[in-house]
């Protein structure tokens, strides 16, 4: 092997790297960075085009036609993308639906007469989870779109089937907040944070969401641009500026709750204040009665009234927070209101009582477990559940 194959193979394999390069790091458009791959790849054929060969199970190709092969199966492996489509339909007729994964990077998605598709690209998905938000347009009286969030799907609900060529199919069923597959016979997700260790019969979940750099404070300009945020037509906007809340610290909670009083009917600016709360608490339980501390009791009538809303996505986020701060202040706030409400704001409200239950005193606990039994007459059989496992 003479300079010529040597100085083939320097320049074949610098414009192969180079072009590699180009097109992992985005340095250049796709048709350019597989022309120079290309281009490299072939200067290599030509050097190695006489003395390749490939044995294969007693079959052996030599000289040109071994080089196109490994050529061909280079080539393909570089540029191929595997990619799924993943169809939802049910309760999305008008709907928004947004599937967001890797660094809250949405996939491309598109809506259809009574269905949205999503192409998801790649050769694996790096989180473990992503997040499906469904946006609904305003009910028939008015108002703002309402969102449905699913910040529990795991990855391994596509990954296998990248590649696959095949649609995966998943129902949105919004009466029962949930994401269903398998032809109705498997439940994905449900609309919250991802479930930790709660009670089968609950429907509050946990899930810590990603942190984001530096903290802000009431007053400060990164507070007010978290909280514009909240109202953002932006569902990755929203989502940020709740991190940025959430992981603020409980010195902003009377500030952020102000902002939930006077903004009453505004959802998203509501919604997103709930999230922040709940995942600032979810974070530091340590700190749930120092945070209990900074509420006074029209801050607790306003989260037990979200608590009961009829908004499941309101609910769910207000019932965890209160649920997790168990201020004994809330019992008679909660009882105060539970004739106001739906059965499922009935059952969220005695979730968020149970979570007071052991910080109150003897007396108090039995007067709780009486009207608790009181009320167990007033409700739907889940409820009962409910009320029979931590009343009787």
Same mark, same amino acid.
């Given at each position: ?233 932006? +569902? &990755?906007?929203?989502?940020? @500026?709740?991190?940025? !809340?959430?992981?603020?610290? =409980?010195? /902003? %909670? $009377? ?57 499941? +996505? &309101?609910?769910?986020?207000? @019932?965890?927070?209160? !649920?997790?701060?168990?201020? =004994?202040? /809330? %019992? $008679? ?60």
């Amino acid at each position: 092997m003479g300079p010529l194959f040597w100085a083939g193979v320097t320049v074949g394999l610098i414009l192969t790297a180079g072009g590699a390069a180009a097109q992992g790091l985005s340095i250049l458009g796709m048709t350019t960075a597989q022309l120079i791959l290309c281009s490299g790849l072939g200067i290599l054929f030509g050097a190695f085009g006489s003395t390749a060969t490939i044995r294969y199970k007693g079959v052996v190709i030599a000289g040109v036609a071994a080089t196109s092969i490994v050529l061909l199966w280079f080539v393909n492996s570089l540029v191929r993308k595997e990619f799924v489509i993943v169809r939802i339909d049910g309760d999305v007729k008008g709907a928004q639906v947004e599937l967001i994964g890797d660094g809250d990077r949405s996939h491309y998605g598109v809506g259809l007469r009574n269905a949205y598709e999503f192409i998801v690209i790649g050769r694996g998905i790096q989180q473990d989870r992503l997040t499906l938000n469904i946006i609904l347009p305003p009910e028939e009286t008015g108002g703002e779109p309402r969102e449905r969030p699913f910040e529990c799907i795991a990855k391994n609900e596509i990954e296998p089937y990248l590649g696959s060529e095949k649609t995966i199919q998943w129902r949105f069923d919004d009466t029962r907040g949930q994401l269903i597959a398998d032809n109705g016979q498997r439940v994905i997700a449900e609309v919250g944070p991802c479930p930790n260790n709660r009670s089968p019969s609950s429907d509050i979940a946990m899930y810590r969401l990603p942190s984001l750099i530096g903290q802000a404070f009431a007053g400060s300009p990164d507070f007010q641009q978290y909280i514009d945020g909240l109202q953002s037509p932006s +569902t &990755i906007e929203r989502r940020q @500026s709740r991190k940025g !809340l959430a992981d603020s610290g =409980p010195e /902003i %909670v $009377p500030d952020v709750l102000r902002r939930l009083r006077e903004q009453p009917g505004s959802y998203r600016t509501r919604l997103g204040v709930l999230v922040a709360l709940t995942e600032m608490l979810r974070s530091r339980k340590d700190q749930r009665k120092e945070i209990s501390r900074l509420l006074s009791d029209e801050d607790l009538r306003v989260l037990a009234k979200e608590a009961g809303h009829d908004d499941r +996505t &309101i609910r769910i986020y207000a @019932s965890e927070f209160l !649920l997790d701060l168990g201020d =004994p202040r /809330i %019992v $008679p706030i909660a009882f105060g209101i539970i004739d106001q409400v739906s059965d499922d704001g009935k059952y969220n409200l005695i979730l968020v009582i149970e979570g007071a239950v052991p910080d109150l005193s003897s007396a108090e606990r039995a007067d709780t477990m009486a009207r608790l039994r009181e009320v167990r007459q007033t409700v739907g059989p889940k409820t009962q559940a409910l009320i029979d496992r931590f009343a009787s």
